[in-house]
């Protein structure tokens, strides 16, 4: 399955629901929680750690000034065509909003 988080602060409620193999895109505000040292970091860990996939939208991390270069290892900064890419992947997407 793929989820779209724009939410933030991210909640650990939703990555709960998450299953191992899931691909995870970081949209809007949430693309900050993806830099080192950020205080949602322990559940984007955790995701990795279940195998999870995360991508955070290039231009969003450039938006809000950040540099894609300081986000967590195994995080995966994309554009849309690699938004669109995951979307035909996955038949089943979750908007978490």
Not at 30 to 52: F, K, P, Y
Not at 80 to 90: A, D, I, M, N, S
Request: hydrophobic content about 50%; proline content about 4%; charged content about 25%.
């Amino acid at each position: 399955m793929l989820h779209l988080l724009s939410q933030a602060p991210l909640q650990a409620e939703v990555f709960e629901r998450m299953a191992p193999g899931d691909d995870i895109v970081l949209l809007d505000a949430t693309v900050c929680s993806a830099l080192r040292g950020h205080r949602d970091n322990r559940l984007l860990l955790r995701a990795l750690d279940r195998s999870c996939k995360l991508y955070a939208m290039r231009d969003m991390v450039a938006a809000h000034g950040l540099a894609a270069d300081r986000l967590l290892p195994g995080i995966e900064a994309i554009d849309y065509v690699g938004l669109v890419e995951l979307t035909v992947k996955h038949p089943a997407i979750h908007s978490w909003c």
